[in-house]
């Protein structure tokens, strides 16, 4: 069966729903229950899985006009709130950083997505807004990769930053992954997004080199080459080739394709 994946907010992962044999395409806007409440949200991806009617919430609706118009309403009291709670986490000192505010589109929620070093004790900041806006207060703990998603712009590559444009999940991203690729020895600034994490573009071709890296001998190992036995004292993945330190003479290394050792 089809399903449609919508996204409510920038920081949550897009959710599974069925069609409920509406007439939906993709970047349609539609209503549909999200936990406890009722929320507008955009349709980002069409897919095809084996799954019954009954195991998958149904959209409610295709959005209209006059909810498109409320929610623009709703985005223009976003600012204030972000103010307000501001003034809050100043006045009770949390170690906290305000990133966005989402209001529910049925209005009976508001969840406040912060990022933090550690966990907080935010409860008497729960209570200040509960009491300002009389409605369920939520506070979310982000990554400093969603708020760079949420109010970043441009990468250092002159586009729009991929976590912004197209990428549905954060990578998990490590250093591994960079000295695996050997690009680690560029340093942290030119492998680091503005999030100043290391850029989720080091998974793209990740799979590709660890299935290379597997046709090569261990840095160190000691190889047959047509000059004689040496030892490899660098890989070359993409080039599919090795750099060895010749044994019977040390002074004297050499490049050759991968084929040509054993």
Sequence with gaps: MNIVEVQFNLWDKPQDYGLNDLDLNLGDYVIADYGENEEIGKIVNVTEQDKTDDSIIQITRKAELKDLEKLENLEKQKPSAVEECKKLISKHNLPMKLVDVHFSFDERKVVFAFIADSRVDFRQLVKDLTRIYQKAI??????????????????????????????????????????????SHRG????????????????????????????????????????????????????????????????TIVEMPLTDIK
Aim: one cysteine or more.
């Design 138 to 183: 939520r506070l979310q703990q982000l990554g400093v990769r969603d708020e760079a998603k949420i109010n970043g712009d441009i990468g250092s590559c002159g586009i729009t930053q991929c976590c912004k444009a197209h990428l549905k999940e954060l990578g998990n991203v490590n250093a591994d992954q960079a000295e695996l690729q050997q690009v």
């Design 188 to 251: 942290a600034e030119r492998l680091s997004g503005v999030c100043s994490r290391l850029k989720c573009c080091l998974r793209y071709e990740n799979d590709l080199y660890a299935d290379l890296a597997k046709k090569f001998p261990e840095v160190g190992s000691i190889v047959k080459t047509t000059n004689g036995k040496g030892q490899i004292i660098e890989n070359m993945i993409l080039k599919e080739a090795v750099r060895i330190r010749l044994e019977k003479d040390e002074t």
